[in-house]
């Protein structure tokens, strides 16, 4: 237990469904992320929240649209998928504004999903 | 950030001391060494980090060179579950925020 939680584990969709996948963290921090890792793939880093701003976007397309509504609440929208968007999501939090240990960036167990 | 050069696989018997080595030469003063670790189709787990002085946790030590262009992981007493893909990497803490940026890692599997 990480103090990340994210839902669903797993989703399968279809490339015209419309989904969401959320991420909850208990660690009182002010900063959260959204990586992916494709197979085989090192994870790469796709958005950055930092008091609730996205402070970073690193070139995603616009069928990935995240949301946060509060410090400790991360959605990523999914629409009109392709099948190469299959991948683990993995959301994370840290605390922005300490150097040191206090900047450490947690993980959730991420989110499976699969586009057909 | 630095980058850095980790073995791609590496192999240790349960109940031995595995020893992860990592080269970041090109690491700057204000960059920490981070280590996780990926075990499979879960999310990465942080492990220790350290700046220049060797650390110690429940988990693992991290040994940095005096010249801080390499550093080592050690766990003490590998076990199965210890299993996983290790990730080292050099990051740079500013007030503004953090990112950390992986590389492939080592695949570290413990052997019966």
Request: hydrophobic share 30%; aromatic share 8%; glycine share 6%.
């Amino acid at each position: 237990e990480t103090g990340v939680t994210q839902t669903p584990r797993h989703l399968v969709m279809g490339m015209t469904n419309k989904k969401s996948l959320k991420c909850e963290q208990h660690l009182g921090h002010n900063a959260m992320y959204w990586y992916k890792q494709s197979a085989k793939k090192p994870l790469e880093l796709m958005f950055v929240y930092s008091l609730e701003e996205r402070v970073e976007n690193n070139s995603v397309p616009s069928r990935f649209s995240p949301e946060c509504p509060n410090s400790s609440h991360l959605f990523l929208h999914l629409h009109t998928l392709q099948p190469e968007d299959s991948a683990l999501y993995l959301c994370a939090s840290s605390q922005w504004g300490l150097q040191g240990t206090g900047n450490t960036i947690y993980f959730g167990e991420g989110s499976w999903l699969t586009v057909v | 950030d630095a980058k850095t050069t980790q073995p791609t696989s590496m192999d240790c018997a349960e109940g031995r001391a595995a020893n992860l080595p990592c080269n970041h030469s090109t690491i700057s003063g204000n960059e920490y060494v981070y280590w996780y670790r990926q075990i499979h189709s879960q999310g990465p787990q942080y492990i220790i980090h350290g700046l220049k002085n060797n650390e110690t946790n429940e988990m693992a030590s991290l040994i940095i060179t005096e010249d801080r262009k390499s550093s080592t992981l050690i766990l003490p007493h590998a076990t199965l579950r210890d299993t996983a893909v290790y990730y080292c990497i050099v990051r740079e803490l500013e007030t503004s925020g953090s990112r950390l940026t992986f590389g492939e890692g080592t695949q570290l599997t413990v052997n019966p």
